[in-house]
């Protein structure tokens, strides 16, 4: 089992940055497939981002593709999402989430672990 915790979502004007983190606990963390989604208001919750267990392999949406970068430290069992030229398109609750298969799923169905959200808001 992994709980996970958000944090670092707020308000920020378009072409800020923000760093969100997502904090676990569980002995199964650095073998975890880790993602992040976001859902905006009245819209289903898309995959924004995701990282292997071991860091080396990340995967983004085209939305933020450039923008965005995803990292982790196992050793702190910490997941981070650095987002940076941020639109008002970006704001939404973002989740971090995670998967005990080996590849990185872009579908939230595939995600057994999941945090309770962090609001981002972008403003024009």
């Known amino acids: 089992q992994v709980q996970l915790v958000e944090s670092g979502g707020g308000l920020v004007q378009a072409g800020g940055s923000l760093r969100l983190s997502c904090a676990a606990s569980?002995?199964?963390?650095?073998?975890?497939?880790m993602g992040w989604f976001r859902q905006a208001a009245g819209k289903e919750r898309e995959f924004v981002a995701g990282i292997s267990w071991n860091g080396r392999s990340t995967y983004y949406a085209n939305s933020v593709k450039g923008r965005f970068t995803i990292s982790r430290d196992n050793a702190e069992n910490t997941v981070y999402l650095e987002m940076n030229s941020l639109k008002p398109e970006d704001t939404a609750v973002y989740y971090c989430?995670?998967?005990?298969?080996?590849?990185?799923?872009?579908?939230?169905?595939?995600?057994?672990?999941w945090g309770q959200g962090t609001q981002v808001t972008v403003s024009s």
């Open positions: 569980g002995r199964t963390f650095s073998s975890v497939v």
């Open positions: 989430a995670g998967t005990p298969t080996m590849t990185i799923a872009t579908a939230s169905n595939r995600y057994e672990y």
